[in-house]
């Protein structure tokens, strides 16, 4: 398999890189090994600092990279993914911000149905309040597996949200974008506007909560193969 792209995935706010677990292992059965798939784990810091991060790990790999962003992961590979060796941008369920656009002025325009859901604590960080974490990121997800996102949820800093990016890669990369019809974090309309004015190559629309690349990492993971068919071969 020495042939594919390396994929990259980067997680969004509440979450890690194990976000992708289930992708991951979708994945593999498809013939991606554990060369060829990378997860960030971002510090959720500024967005600044998490590119910076995902540009590292890009940069290490000797070959062409796919990069995959979830929720807030998307404003990352849009500031991150200029690099020469990235192929392609695959959108899922995320923001895709403009140049001078960030996560939350875009949330502003058009407010998820869970927006109150989020809460901030008295060092700055921004959560989504536990008892409420199932029914507002995860409503497709058992309560057992929502329960274990909601005691592991990695907050971000509030500031995070208002950081905006400056040069949309989007603008110069093919794209792909899934849109979560039932998302609750981000409003599904604001997603399809997001994702129709990058042009994509395709827009594939699931049944699905915020947490789709969870509850349907099969069709996440064919999202992310049509878009390594189209620009690596």
Known sequence: MSDKPTLVLVHGFWGGAAHWANVIVELSKRGYGPDRIRAVENPLTSLADDAERTRTMVAQVDGPVVLVGHSYGGAVITEAGDLPNVTALVYVAAFAPDAGESPGGLSQEMPPAAFDSIAPDSDGYLWIKPDAFHESFAQ????????????????????????????????????????????????????????????????????????????????????????VRETTG
């Open 140 to 227: 497709d997800l058992s309560a057992d597996e929502a329960l274990v996102m909601a005691v592991t949820q990695k907050a971000p800093l509030g500031s995070t949200f208002g950081d905006s990016v400056t040069a949309p890669a989007w603008r110069s990369k093919p794209v792909w974008y899934q849109v979560s019809t039932e998302d609750r974090m981000i409003h599904p309309d604001n997603e399809r506007r997001m994702a129709e004015r990058m042009n994509p190559r395709k827009i594939v629309e699931l049944d699905a909560s915020h947490a789709s690349l969870a509850s349907r990492p099969q069709e996440i993971a064919d999202l992310i193969e049509e878009a």
